[in-house]
């Protein structure tokens, strides 16, 4: 198993070295690490285990978002910004089981607004909104498991 000490060294080589992605494998764990692209959607440096995770991406009704009105039109949503998963790991809506979700849906987010925590390898990773706005939808439910890419959120931007 590699250790988190030994991946931010290989992140922190990859930056000095200007490496876009790097892939290992060390016994039955296989990582890869990617940078940024040119996209600014895109997540900072990113760890993925390759290892079967299962996924499912849930629709508006998740963690007790209201149900899209067959009112609403497609041009309302082509205005929503994703907030997605920067790694692959379990979502939680809260820091504990006893506390209230972080937000929910009609929550104002600023750029630095924690939205969530994402556990990989029982380390946990606050999520922060990146973007201005109003939380519209929320898409996984509560220690669901979630891809790299997958988005979390529906934010309308502020």
């Known amino acids: 198993m590699l250790e988190i000490d030994k991946i931010r060294k290989l992140v922190e080589m990859m930056v000095a070295n ?18 940024p692209t040119a996209h600014p959607t895109d997540s900072p440096i990113v760890g993925s285990l390759q290892s079967p995770v299962l996924t499912t991406t849930l629709g508006p009704g998740a963690m007790g978002a209201p149900p899209v009105l067959p009112s609403q039109t497609e041009d309302s949503d082509a205005e929503l910004v ?11 809506a809260s820091p504990d089981p006893d506390s209230p979700p ?31 706005g109003t939380i519209e939808r929320i898409l ?19």
């Open 18 to 35: 200007d490496l876009v992605e790097l892939a290992l494998r060390d016994g039955d764990v296989e990582i890869t690490l990617r940078r």
């Open 82 to 92: 994703e907030i997605k998963s920067p790694m692959v790991g379990t979502f939680y």
């Open 102 to 132: 972080l937000v929910h849906v009609g929550s104002r987010v600023a750029p630095s607004s924690v939205v969530c925590l994402l556990e990989a390898m029982k380390v946990f990773s606050e999520i922060k909104a990146e973007i201005a």
């Open 140 to 158: 996984v439910k509560n220690a669901e498991a979630v891809e790299y890419g997958q988005a979390l959120f529906l934010v309308r931007p502020a």
